[in-house]
Nanobody, 117 residues
Framework: QVQLVESGGGLVQAGGSLRLSCAAS????????MGWYRQAPGEQRELVAE???????NYADSVKGRFTISRDNAKNTLYLQMNSLKPEDTAVYYC???????????WGEGTLVTVSS
């Protein structure tokens, strides 16, 4: 059974930093396309960043230059380093895993990030 468990969320002031982690199990992590999504209260879930099995990364325009996605295949872990946080970054952040042809999706339970102004 595939399981994704996020951690690292919390309360931080604007301008601060957090690092989110996603621990994966029950899967061949290295071959999965991984991503971070977020959902603010009353809003739709949106893509924050994604990283292919080969390491190519893509970011939402709103986080470019501030967030960095990475993966450690030896540890079966996905990371999101978030710097220069803004109140509009406040959301529940979810780890996502996809397997080609991207018809199979797995989600974690989410971790809450709250940025105060």
């Amino acid at each position: 059974q595939v399981q994704l468990v996020e951690s690292g969320g919390g309360l931080v002031q604007a301008g601060g930093s957090l690092r989110l982690s996603c621990a994966a199990s029950g899967m061949i992590f290295s071959v999965f396309h991984m991503g971070w999504y977020r959902q603010a209260p009353g809003e739709q879930r949106e893509l924050v960043a994604e990283i292919a099995s080969g390491g190519r990364a893509n970011y939402a325009d709103s986080v470019k230059g501030r967030f960095t996605i990475s993966r450690d295949n030896a540890k079966n872990t996905l990371y999101l380093q978030m710097n220069s946080l803004k109140p509009e970054d406040t959301a529940v952040y979810y780890c996502n895993a996809k397997m080609g042809p991207f018809t199979t999706n797995y989600w974690g339970e989410g971790t809450l990030v709250t940025v105060s102004s």
